[in-house]
């Protein structure tokens, strides 16, 4: 299950230039996550494939009613310290550590940037799923220059690729 965060009347994060959208980003990285995971023979379901919001109840239990193996929620971060740069990947429930580390490392290496860590969070949606659930934040709005990553499609291209390898060595490696 891909989760892009946010999204219709929740546009999350708005990037320091005035023009990135959180909502729009996290939808983008999820569809192209979705095309290579499906490549590999992967099924995967979308907590939504447009600018619409589900509640974050309703995320949750589309995870539990496809019996979803894994959940990841996509999203942009914000700091109101504008130097603050890098990728942060979220797990709750012990279950969730594994998979948190893989898809941070493979995250931080294929985006170059910095990791701010693997930190434990009771987010809403990784919290109350029943499967290994992890939140990522793969960027800070806040950032200029990070921002200005974030809104190149070619960078986005990289965060699902990250998404993809991650996934394949978690599964090949359980």
Excluded: C
């Excluded at 914000?78 to 893989?102: C, F, K, M, P």
């Amino acid at each position: 299950m891909l989760d892009p965060g946010h999204g219709g009347r929740d546009p999350g994060a708005l990037g320091v230039s005035g023009r990135t959208w959180e909502k729009y980003n996290a939808l983008f990285v999820a569809l192209d996550a979705k095309a290579l995971l499906e490549q590999a023979g992967a099924t995967v379901v979308l907590t939504r494939t447009s600018d619409t919001y589900p509640t974050l109840a309703e995320r949750v239990q589309l995870a539990h009613s496809h019996g979803a193996d894994l959940y990841i929620s996509i999203h942009n971060d914000w700091n109101q310290d504008a130097n603050i740069r890098g990728v942060t990947t979220y797990y709750w429930h012990e279950r969730s550590r594994r998979l948190a580390e893989v898809l941070q490392a493979e995250l931080t290496v294929r985006l170059g940037t910095r990791s701010v860590g693997v930190l434990r969070q009771p987010f809403y949606v990784i919290r109350n799923t029943q499967m290994p659930a992890v939140l990522l934040e793969l960027g800070f709005l806040s950032n200029r220059e990070e921002e200005a990553r974030l809104a190149d499609p070619a960078y986005r291209w990289r965060a699902a690729e990250a998404i993809y390898a991650g996934v394949l060595r978690y599964v090949t490696e359980a």
